[in-house]
């Protein structure tokens, strides 16, 4: 996942990624990151496998972001869209995944608005 703002230091409310993919871009900067950011993440997923997770955790946590990661287990790929199904290349739409990173999400804007 790019994190775009996120990743150049701008300082915004908030920044979710749903099943995203971790790789930087070649060439980052070092910057402070200055967005809280919210992973929602299906730890079966073959795009963003858990290296990767490891990769960004640390990346996080070394630019000093305000960071949480929920994985879902038994969860790949394009958990949120209705139209995946594809489980052998390890994308499925899981509506419980679905629900519960939603659900996260609107409580991560509520609280990031709450101090605006």
Same mark, same amino acid.
């Given at each position: 996942?790019?994190?775009?703002?996120?990743?150049?230091?701008?300082?915004?409310?908030?920044?979710?990624?749903?099943?995203?993919?971790?790789?930087?871009?070649?060439?980052?900067?070092?910057?402070?990151?200055?967005?809280?950011?919210?992973?929602?993440?299906?730890? %079966?997923?073959?795009?963003?496998? @858990? !290296? *990767?997770?490891?990769?960004?955790?640390?990346?996080?946590? &070394?630019?000093?972001?305000?960071?949480?990661?929920?994985?879902?287990?038994?969860?790949?790929?394009?958990?949120? %869209?209705?139209?995946?199904?594809? @489980? !052998? *290349?390890?994308?499925?739409?899981?509506?419980?995944?679905? &629900?519960?990173?939603?659900?996260?999400?609107?409580?991560?804007?509520?609280?990031?608005?709450?101090?605006?």
């Amino acid at each position: 996942m790019y994190f775009g703002f996120g990743r150049s230091g701008a300082k915004l409310l908030g920044l979710v990624s749903f099943h995203g993919i971790f790789d930087a871009p070649p060439g980052l900067p070092e910057l402070k990151i200055n967005t809280p950011i919210l992973l929602l993440h299906g730890w %079966n997923d073959p795009l963003a496998k @858990p !290296e *990767d997770v490891i990769q960004i955790t640390e990346e996080l946590t &070394r630019k000093e972001a305000i960071w949480e990661l929920n994985a879902y287990g038994h969860v790949g790929h394009a958990f949120t %869209n209705p139209k995946a199904s594809s @489980p !052998e *290349d390890g994308m499925l739409y899981n509506a419980k995944a679905d &629900r519960n990173a939603w659900n996260r999400m609107l409580a991560f804007f509520d609280d990031a608005l709450s101090s605006f």
